[in-house]
T-cell receptor, first 114, second 115 residues
Framework: AQSVTQLGSHVSVSEGALVLLRCNYSSSVPPYLFWYVQYPNQGLQLLLKYTSAATLVKGINGFEAEFKKSETSFHLTKPSAHMSDAAEYFCAVSDTGANSKLTFGKGITLSVRP | EAQVTQNPRYLITVTGKKLTVTCSQN?????MSWYRQDPGLGLRQIYYSMNVEVTDKGDVPEGYKVSRKEKRNFPLILESPSPNQTSLYFCASSFQGTSGRYTQYFGPGTRLTVL
């Protein structure tokens, strides 16, 4: 069975600071892992996807995530936060492939202070 | 323009009155899916479809039905809606190319209230 844990519901950083959003997964097989972003009152957008090709995955808007099998983690980072990064971020996992059953975490709200 | 459309965008209904939320994509994607979003619970997948006439349950399928008679459409059907189905619903379509490139689009959402 697959599951995702996103610890904490809210992260606040200063503009220009490092963004680190944590995601831990549970999967009985090598997983497919995803990060999504949802801007206020908008739909979702795929940030990046891991499918075993490379452990460090670069996504849109300067975000990247590193797959660490030993830690069962897929944390999302961005070196320097912008005000426009304020949004809700969701991590998701699939045991069976990118186009199949997908389980999401509960999401983390990122606030960026000026 | 590539897009996923959902209708209606907002709906207030009463318990037990059957309703359908439509989802349509113009990208010829094989894979489509439905999610609901609730405060504190994140997104949960309801159903997904890997191609025409191929559907499967997600994490929360109870109380919902889907059909995939043609590639572009994937309607979500609530035969007898109940207040616990009040939620924000998203439809999505995606494509995994042979090169590994993956694209996914979400619809704008449908806010459903069941009284």
């Amino acid at each position: 069975a697959q599951s995702v844990t996103q610890l904490g519901s809210h992260v606040s950083v200063s503009e220009g600071a490092l963004v680190l959003l944590r995601c831990n997964y549970s999967s009985s097989v090598p997983p497919y892992l995803f990060w999504y972003v949802q801007y206020p009152n908008q739909g979702l957008q795929l940030l990046l996807k891991y499918t075993s090709a490379a452990t460090l995955v670069k996504g849109i808007n300067g975000f990247e995530a590193e797959f660490k099998k030993s830690e069962t983690s897929f944390h999302l980072t961005k070196p320097s936060a912008h005000m426009s990064d304020a949004a809700e971020y969701f991590c998701a996992v699939s045991d069976t492939g990118a186009n199949s059953k997908l389980t999401f975490g509960k999401g983390i709200t990122l606030s960026v202070r000026p | 323009e590539a897009q996923v459309t959902q209708n209606p965008r907002y709906l207030i209904t009463v318990t037990g009155k059957k309703l359908t939320v439509t989802c349509s994509q113009n990208m010829n994607h094989e894979y489509m899916s439905w999610y609901r979003q609730d405060p504190g619970l994140g997104l949960r997948q309801i159903y997904y479809s890997m191609n025409v006439e191929v559907t499967d349950k997600g994490d929360v399928p109870e109380g919902y039905k889907v059909s995939r008679k043609e590639k572009r459409n994937f309607p979500l059907i609530l035969e007898s809606p109940s207040p616990n189905q009040t939620s924000l619903y998203f439809c999505a379509s995606s494509f995994q190319g042979t090169s590994g490139r993956y694209t996914q689009y979400f619809g704008p959402g449908t806010r459903l209230t069941v009284l």
